[in-house]
Every structure is written in C-alpha cells, then in structure tokens.
C-alpha cells in the first residue's frame, strides 16, 4: 500500500520554494509530488482575468507597502488597484464601533459602504436548533448569528469586494462560503486576546503552553 503523503510545510528549514538557488526540499514537499495542480495553478494565473488581475494587484500592493502600510491601509490601496467601487462589511455587534471606523475611512477614499452586522434578521437561537442550556446566558433570548444573510444582502446592495470584521469561528466559514465575490479579512475575533490571536502563538511556551499536549 502506498504511503499516504504528508503535507508539512509548516515544518520546512529549507524553503526551496522561495529562492532562485536551486535546493534539494524535504520529502515531505508538495511541489514535486504535485506538478499537474502547478501546472494548473498557472494557467489559471495566466487565462482567468481575474485570478491574474487579484494576483498581480495583490503582488503589487505588498511590495509598494512592505513594512510601511498597516492591514488597513494595504485594504484601502487593494480595493483601489482592483478598481472596486462598492465594498461590504460584515461585522460582529461585538466590534459595532471598529466597523464604524472602518466604514468612514473607506468612504472618506472614495467608496460607497454597505455595512451588515451577524445580528441582522434577529433569529432566536433556539429556531435553528440550540438549546437553552447551550447559550451564553441560558434562560435569556439570544439572537443567532447570521452569515449566510450578510452574504446575501451584501450580495444585493451590488457589493464587488467584501471585508470580515470579527465574525466568529464556524460563521466567518460560512460567510465564505456564501459571498460570491472576493473577501478579505481586517479583524479576526478573539474576545481573549483583545483580537490579536497570534499571541498566543508567541506565548505558547509559557502562558498557553497548555495548547501543545
């Protein structure tokens, strides 16, 4: 039986893949294993108008950018270098003001704004099948989050390019997987870590070291 083939790249010392030298890559690298979905991964690169046009602005905004633009501004300079006009927000109610702020620069550079909270729509909890005992204050009303309807009324309002701010875990999945037009993602929820989730990665060998088992 053949072995199943490990994908490991978060362990490489090598990184063959980003250098002009030429360099042996562990066995464990999915380039060589993998030259049909390369030669694919090109061609879309090079016959699919907008794949190439996200890619090369995205290229170009990180090395005009690089080390100088903070997330926000290399959003506002990626939305112009696309030429979109009409950009979405779907936004946690948790993070109502970091939208807001974010919803005035895009406008004050030109964009129409279409804001949705997860909020919208006010479906209990219970309808979609949870249980009392699973809220976050049983025995009150608690409102579900609802992507799927960002997705779609963003979809709507005629929105070409749509920004995350704070959708949870499992709901920012599904906004993916219902927005038809290309999304990125300013703020990434982590009510712990005041949304900075990678700091729990730095502090991995001591305050969270209990995260590795």
């Not at 009510?191 to 989730?197: D, F």
Request: aromatic share 8%; hydrophobic share 35%.
């Amino acid at each position: 039986m053949e072995k199943e083939f490990e994908l490991k790249c978060s362990f490489c010392g090598v990184k063959a893949c980003n250098t002009e030298e030429e360099k042996q890559p562990p066995e464990f690298c999915p380039t060589p294993v993998n030259d049909d979905i390369m030669e694919e991964a090109v061609h879309a690169y090079l016959e699919d108008k907008e794949v190439r046009t996200i890619a090369l602005e995205a290229a170009r905004t990180e090395s005009e950018g690089y080390c100088k633009w903070t997330r926000v501004e290399e959003t506002v300079n990626f939305a112009k270098r696309m030429g979109f006009r009409n950009i979405g927000i779907a936004h946690c109610v948790g993070l109502i003001k970091e939208a807001q702020v974010v919803h005035k620069i895009l406008e004050s550079n030109g964009f129409k704004v279409n804001s949705v909270c997860c909020k919208a729509g006010r479906i209990d909890k219970e309808k979609i099948g949870f249980t009392d005992s699973e809220k976050v204050y049983p025995g009150k009303f608690e409102t579900a989050c609802n992507p799927v309807a960002q997705a779609k009324i963003l979809e709507k309002a005629g929105c070409d390019f749509n920004i995350v701010i704070g959708l949870c875990i499992g709901h920012d999945s599904l906004f993916f997987m219902h927005s038809k037009v290309p999304t990125t993602v300013l703020i990434v929820k982590d009510r712990v870590l005041g949304h900075n989730p990678v700091a729990a990665l730095y502090t991995s060998q001591t305050y969270y070291k209990h995260l590795i088992k």
